[in-house]
T-cell receptor
């Protein structure tokens, strides 16, 4: 089956410092999966941050970037300079597109980012 | 656009009782998904519908759990004879195209089984 492993627990970063949240995936599918980062801000629902559906491509949104690396099966989330408003829980997710009817997402356990001023 | 609506937001049941959770997807979205979130297991897929038809229920516990989508405007997740281990946040999501995977999540229903 599919699995996603990401930096677990809580990460604390000072404002204006850089951030990286690691994500690696495993799939038994012969097709390369679609990869996503979702985010849950305090008091809000889970929402899509960025997605990449082509291996080797980079996705970006709100200053965050993630590159789909099929060799290392990784999709790390990075930001050069975090802000207090980035404090949230971040989830890496995989979508297996090998099956014609299988659209479910497999999520990592989530990483809580706290940005201190 | 109100987004995905889930009701109730919180539900407390006694062990052995039935719980029904409701989801109203975004209008025009053809796919509806149910997930369950716990601290131990994280976010787990339960089941999904496309154009109201059940497509994949591989994540549903085989006993006591059932899901339906009687019309395009709502879906229900029913848990019979609830157990303490069913306590979780149940998330509903909808998508305009299931193959695109861009899912829009509701706020969730927190189920507590005493």
């Amino acid at each position: 089956g599919d699995s996603v492993t990401q930096t677990e627990g809580q990460v604390t970063v000072s404002e204006s410092k850089s951030l990286i949240i690691n994500c690696t995936y495993s799939t038994t599918s012969i097709a390369y999966p679609n990869l996503f980062w979702y985010v849950r801000y305090p008091g809000e629902g889970l929402q899509l941050l960025l997605k990449v559906i082509t291996a080797g491509q980079k996705g970006s949104s709100r200053g965050f970037e993630a590159t789909y690396n099929k060799e290392t099966t990784s999709f790390h989330l990075q930001k050069a300079s975090v802000q207090e408003s980035d404090s949230a829980v971040y989830y890496c997710a995989l979508g297996d597109r090998s099956g014609g009817s299988n659209a479910k997402l497999t999520f990592g356990k989530g990483t809580k980012l706290s940005v201190k001023s | 656009n109100a987004g995905v609506i889930q009701t109730p937001r919180h539900k407390v049941t006694g062990k052995g009782q039935e719980a029904t959770l409701w989801c109203e997807p975004i209008s025009g979205h053809s796919a509806v998904f149910w997930y369950r979130q716990t601290i131990v297991q994280g976010l787990e897929f339960l089941t999904y519908f496309r154009n109201q038809a059940p497509i994949d229920d591989s994540g549903m516990p085989k006993e006591r759990f059932s899901a339906q989508m009687p019309n395009q405007s709502h879906s229900t997740l029913k848990i019979q004879s609830t157990q303490p281990q069913d306590s979780a946040v149940y998330l509903c999501a909808s998508s305009p195209r299931d193959w695109d995977y861009e899912q829009y999540f509701g706020p969730g229903t927190r189920l507590t089984v005493l």
